[in-house]
């Protein structure tokens, strides 16, 4: 599947290489130069991931990997690292402000998309064409397919995104604002009564299996998808 990348990267060669290279690889990719412009562009919507280089004009990678993690809308987006250093210190200091991982220029190309994939893989199972199986559900993102105890069901392209993200993330409460920023990637300008819309057209197409009830509605909180038995009061 697709993962949407943020691009920050100052140097318009290496900018251009990678954008191209990332592409290729099937991923959408939002370019900029700088830390400001980066972190514009996460207010309007969050990205699957951030490649960032180190060295940037004004606020630098380092820092503006700081101010991400320090955020909570913004902490748990998977952070790549890129540099021209080297050094063992280096590569401490861009972990210990929250990057995923760490590549010394100059990097393969393929290796790029192989860390990439790596990472996603680890942070964000809903952006990669693994298949999820869980209570009795079985999600495929390459066919684009959803069986239940072996029946085909029927899911439009937003109830299948919904659906993927919440068996990646299953027995956690998502608000609305979370689901719009992880699964429409806009959390501006849709309305938090489209999550609800949505939720309640998976639930039908859940419900010939019986399935529906595995999503469960948080009242004052949001949603989750559960295999646990209902709390009572929870519905
Ligand atoms: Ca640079």
């Known amino acids: 599947?697709?993962?949407?990348?943020?691009?920050?990267?100052?140097?318009?060669?290496?900018?251009?290489?990678?954008?191209v290279n990332l592409t290729r690889a099937g991923h959408h990719v939002v370019r900029v130069a700088d830390a400001e412009s980066a972190q514009k562009m996460v207010r309007e919507a969050l990205p699957d991931l951030i490649l960032l280089d180190w060295m940037l004009a004004g606020v630098t990678g380092v820092e503006l990997a700081r101010r991400l993690r320090a955020d909570e809308r913004t902490r748990s987006?998977?952070?790549i690292m890129l540099t021209?250093?080297?050094?063992?210190?280096?590569?401490?200091?861009?972990?210990?402000?929250g990057a995923d991982d760490y590549i010394t220029k100059p990097f393969s190309p393929r290796e790029l998309v192989a860390?990439?994939?790596a990472v996603l893989r680890r942070r964000s199972p809903q952006t990669t064409e693994d298949p999820v199986a869980l209570g009795g559900l079985r999600l495929d993102p390459a066919t684009h397919r959803v069986q239940a105890d072996?029946?085909?069901?029927?899911l439009g392209p937003t109830e299948f995104r919904l659906l993927?993200?919440?068996?990646?993330?299953?027995?956690?409460?998502?608000?609305?604002?979370?689901l719009l920023?992880?699964?429409?990637?806009?959390?501006?300008?849709?309305?938090?009564?489209?999550?609800?819309?949505?939720?309640?057209?998976?639930?039908?197409?859940?419900e010939p299996s019986g399935h529906e009830r595995l999503v469960q509605t948080v009242r004052g909180s949001g949603y989750r998808f559960s295999v646990q038995l209902d709390e009572p009061g929870m519905q």
């Not at 021209?84 to 402000?97: F, N």
């Not at 072996?150 to 029927?154: D, H, V």
């Not at 993927?164 to 979370?178: A, D, G, K, Y």
């Not at 959390?187 to 039908?204: G, Q, W």
């Open 115 to 117: 860390r990439i994939k």
């Open 164 to 178: 993927h993200f919440l068996m990646t993330h299953p027995e956690r409460v998502h608000s609305r604002t979370q």
């Open 84 to 97: 021209a250093r080297g050094e063992e210190q280096d590569k401490v200091t861009g972990l210990d402000a």
């Open 150 to 154: 072996g029946l085909a069901l029927n």
């Open 181 to 206: 920023d992880q699964v429409w990637g806009d959390h501006v300008f849709v309305e938090e009564r489209t999550v609800d819309v949505h939720i309640r057209r998976l639930r039908a197409a859940l």
């Open 77 to 79: 987006i998977p952070i």
């Open 1 to 19: 599947m697709p993962a949407n990348i943020l691009l920050v990267e100052d140097e318009p060669a290496i900018q251009e290489l990678i954008a």
